[in-house]
């Protein structure tokens, strides 16, 4: 049998031992007799098994993709990147460089070079992820297999590529998968050069967390410390030469995490889109407010949203948080094993040597899942689900490491024989909760877990001594399929869409729902996808799955004429101006018509849920006469839709929030004095935050402006109206000016 399964890892050749005074004569082995492989040599399942697992990631990520909503926030960005090579450098939500996203733009440089190259559309934009957490599971395969073996590093692989809410965010165009890579990339290479002392790897390891930084920014920094602290004690290198390369290192770190930043603020601000999510429109303020320690520590405006209590999409911050009804079905399932597995493999380590790989490995994977579970767990800013697929490749390492090292103190020390078998119940008892949460959803799995797990169990007391050693390999993998099982069930409802929901660009989860929902106190929308937490997830995670279109379609955004398939916001919902959620507004936009994601058009407006009628769109361009932008509308929602919708660049005045300040009175009449600007978007409460900058421009439109009726470009509009008169009148008779949204037309003529 291979190392899987033997109590003790095999002995390495050393040429300090000293030579024997008689070399004994070897007795040969019998014929029949099967001898284990060389430690160096890979067993004949290893690269099969490894195959099969990249294969079994690949169809999960990649099966019925085109029919997943994903996130036409940077859908648009991807697209405008694919017209201007400026807007692709800066991240620009609009290919006309008025504002960018709120993340820096590495991920979308990365999809927009594979969409300059294929064209726009699902499949070219989301080739590059699918591969980078292909690349993910490879790269954490290697790493494991270093140090325990070929059979730790297929369990970990298998663990990582099953891990649902690691599924749901692969399937979409968040940046999290490529950040994903990154971190596991650099911590890799920085166990390497534990090992084999030398600097390179550890530059390496430098650059890939910077290159996270410039994906997610600070996200990208959460396992640095442990990677310090293992390089720090466990290298071969004297202390005073592992001083110096971590100083090399730094510098590296900070050359591949601020260049972007630096370069942008060498441009000057009128010369560069405004920096979304950020107060001043600077790089650097998006790194220290929104993207920072407002993320960990909440705030209101621009400093991260949420305002406390986690932003309401993972449920109250909080020790606990990683088991509530929100997140413990997209990532628990196996963290209970992973913390016996770390303690327990710390423990078995001993008095090992200073540079022992093996508790390196374990402080280093062990610190990557306990720094990440407790900024996720205690972060008072805004805290999606999909946030905690960074904590998956720890978790994975120590189950597959970890679980190695007891399973061979389950053989080798009676001491430790309860170890293995008490962790494995654990896991099984915690998945039949976390199944049982879901009522009604495959109610037979939870029974089948179970039992399986209790056979394995048994397995694995009779079969532990003698030469049983097949059988044995048959209980440890019935006791990994038990303990994957929920998980993968999971996981495979997202491609299937088997769940009680559809996902959604920007809220992934997998499983059935099971959260009870509620912002800034109870557990979220439990995978509620799409939708606000506790407002009608499924329906509205259906209605955003409409919105994913053919092959070669315009990913996350609608053709014109259809319905939009954002379904949720993510930092409006609380920012200042945003709406409360059970409104079913975004900041800005009107209840009137509308849908999530972006504001209804009342009135002369024409559009609904940040979409637009193929007659209006038709009416916008044959009248745009030369501006640059198409329209201005109030949030980076309504204006990504059209942007997808027209193909054109459509200015986001206020942001992704309706709180950035990039839109002032003084630039709107520049624009509209230079003829680059001609239609704008009014309505809904003042529009964004509501600030003196918003109702400025509000007042300047409304006086100056002249209103685009309906029957301007459509053809039905009179008959519409005359059969929905009387039916109407009595909420028409209701309604006020701040429930419509209209689109007004400003020539250069109208600035005085």
Known sequence: MTSATDPLPHPTASTDRPRPTATPTPTPAPPSTPTAPPPDKAPRWSLPALLSILVLAA????????GSGLNS????????????????????????????????????????????????????????????????????????????????AAVAALV?????????????????????????????LALRAVHNGRLLPLLGSAACFGLAFNTKMLQGYIALPAVFAVYLYAAKPRLVKRLV??????????????WWAAAVSLVPADERPYIGGSTDGTAWNLITGYNGLGRVLGGEGNGGGGGGGGGGFSGTAGIGRMFNDTLGGQISWLIPFAAVALVGGLVLCGRAPRTDLTRAALVMWGGWTALHYLTFAMAEGTMHPYYTTALAPGIAALCGGGGLMLLRAFRADR???????????????WAIVLLRRASGWNPWLWPAVGVAMALAITGLFVFRSGNRARLLAASVAAAVVAS???PAAYAWSVPSGSAAGAMSGTNPTAGPTTGS???????????GRGGFPGTGGEQAGQDAQAGGQADGGRPGGTP?????????????????????????TAPGGTATGGGPGGAAMGGGGGMGGGGASTELLSYLKKNQDGAKWLLAVSSSQSAAQLILSSGEPVISMWGWSGSDNAMTLARLKELVKNGELHYIQLGGGGMGGGSTATSEVTEWVQKNGTAVKESDYSTSSSTTSDSTSTSTSTSASTSTSTSESTVYRLDASDVT
């Open 160 to 188: 990582l590529a099953l891990t649902p809410i690691t599924v749901a965010i692969n399937r979409d165009n968040n940046p999290d998968t490529l950040l994903v890579f990154l971190m596991v990339g650099g911590a890799a």
């Open 415 to 429: 001491r430790w024989v309860w170890v293995l078998p008490l962790a494995l119940a654990v896991t099984a008892g």
């Open 245 to 258: 390369n971590l100083a090399a290192a730094a510098v590296v770190l900070a050359v591949s995490s601020f």
């Open 59 to 66: 169809v999960l990520y990649g099966w019925n993709l085109s």
């Open 73 to 152: 926030f940077y859908s648009a960005a991807v697209l405008s990147g694919t017209q201007s090579w400026k807007a692709w450098f800066f991240g620009s939500l609009d290919a006309g460089n008025f504002l960018t996203v709120d993340k820096p733009p590495f991920a979308l440089m990365v999809m927009g070079l594979s969409c300059r190259v294929f064209g726009f559309g699902t499949w070219q934009m989301m080739l590059p992820l699918i591969l980078t957490a292909l690349g993910t599971i490879w790269t954490l395969h290697s790493s494991v297999k270093r140090v325990w073996g070929h059979g730790a």
């Open 484 to 486: 994957v099982a929920g």
């Open 517 to 527: 929902g509620g912002f800034g106190g109870g557990a979220g929308g439990g995978g």
């Open 560 to 584: 014109p004429g259809a319905a939009t398939d954002d379904a949720a916001t993510d930092d409006a919902a609380t920012a200042p101006g945003g709406t409360a959620p059970e409104s079913g």
